[in-house]
């Protein structure tokens, strides 16, 4: 490709491309829906890839706890992927993870090779200590129940894989 791609944290007029691309891959029950106002919400976690002035990708790290963070909606539009986008996208998802002090990333994703290529691991069962279990059991987040494994969110979850980074 020879356009050239910007990664930049998002800004709430790129809320709008964010959606139309969460609109896509939720149809195609790829990603999870989510409502506006809570991209609006989360925008600060929030990358982008702009392309000419347009948002053709994006990505967001949600803190969990002191040393862990989800990375959500990583989605690339489909006429650029093969492009390398979502790979930068990821990149800066997770230095964007070490500069804040993360030092385990998790994601729930159908997309392990690529996830795996970025040094993310199948997980299984609950790979943090029983006292921060016990903290994160008290989170309204489904993030976190997603994390954690527990059967309330299995039907939200599509089938997906849940994968953990340390860094």
Known sequence: MSA????????????????AI??????????????????????????????????VGCG?????????AEVRTVAVMEEFHGTGIGHKILAEIIDRAKRIGVK?????????????QHGFNEIKGSPVEPDVYAQLLRSYDEGIAEFLDLESV???????????KIL
Not at 37 to 55: H, I, M, R
Not at 60 to 68: N, P, R, S, V
Not at 154 to 164: A, E, F, I, S, Y
């Open 4 to 19: 050239n791609v910007i990664i930049r944290a998002a800004t709430t007029q790129d809320v709008k491309g964010i959606r």
């Open 104 to 116: 385990k990333i998790f994601c729930l994703t159908f997309e392990t090779e690529f996830f795996s």
């Open 22 to 55: 969460v609109d896509h891959y939720a149809l195609q029950r790829r990603l999870l829906s989510k409502e506006t106002v809570t991209l609006y919400e989360a925008v600060q976690e929030f990358v982008v890839a702009e392309v000419d002035s347009k948002v």
């Open 154 to 164: 299995k039907p939200n979850t599509l089938g997906n894989t849940r994968m953990l």
């Open 60 to 68: 967001a790290l949600h803190i969990l706890w002191e040393d862990l």
